[in-house]
T-cell receptor, first 110, second 115 residues
């Protein structure tokens, strides 16, 4: 597989906005997924991007720039329940399956 | 609830033993994926089946094997277990394997502890 990089941890205050970046090597890219995972639980699908631009789903938005090998997940109006790990996953054309980043632990404080 | 079911939820066994983990995909999904998640390794892809056929392999050890049955449920067999096999094992399913229909929905996982 190829490298998928995302920050290890981010802390933000309830009601604020947090942006989680994900970078990857562009060669062979065929789609990017974001998942949320609470400790000890299953990953839950949040968003899918394959074309450049912004996809908005309620408080969560995801952006993709294929030429830069860059995506971000934007979490708005943070709530305590948003404290979780956020996983960036890339589908490579040669694989046809997902490769997950190590995840970004978001901690929401009162 | 994703619609993917996994049994058992917890499994405690000894080194050298063999276990079988079971997964039932969401209704209508033909693809099944197995992942291993340990504290220091993140979510690692093991193997994928599509409509009964093996489609892709990841970092799956030779001691591990899987199959998908005609009713589309899948089993992951882990043998000659070692302490390092202790992890959460997730099953995921998707409709197909391209485009947004490749979105994978995860089951609740099986927590395996090898003593």
């Amino acid at each position: 597989g190829q490298n998928i990089d995302q920050p290890t941890e981010m802390t933000a205050t309830e009601g604020a906005i947090v942006q989680i970046n994900c970078t990857y090597q562009t060669s062979g890219f065929n789609g990017l997924f974001w998942y949320q995972q609470h400790a000890g639980e299953a990953p839950t699908f949040l968003s899918y991007n394959v074309l450049d631009g912004l996809e908005e789903k309620g408080r969560f938005s995801s952006f993709l720039s294929r030429s830069k090998g860059y995506s971000y997940l934007l979490l708005k109006e943070l709530q305590m329940k948003d404290s979780a790990s956020y996983l960036c996953a890339v589908r490579w054309a040669s694989w046809g399956k997902l490769q997950f980043g190590a995840g970004t632990q978001v901690v929401v404080t009162p | 609830d994703s619609g993917v079911t996994q049994t058992p939820k917890h499994l405690i066994t000894a080194t050298g033993q063999r276990v079988t983990l079971r997964c039932s995909p969401r209704s209508g999904d033909l693809s099944v994926y197995w992942y291993q998640q340990s504290l220091d390794q993140g979510l690692q892809f093991l193997i994928q089946y599509y409509n009964g056929e093996e489609r892709a392999k990841g970092n799956i050890l030779e001691r591990f094997s899987a199959q998908q049955f005609p009713d589309l449920h899948s089993e992951l067999n882990l043998s000659s277990l070692e302490l390092g096999d202790s992890a959460l094992y997730f099953c995921a399913s998707s409709v197909a394997f391209s485009g947004e229909s490749d979105t994978q929905y995860f089951g609740p996982g099986t927590r395996l502890t090898v003593l």
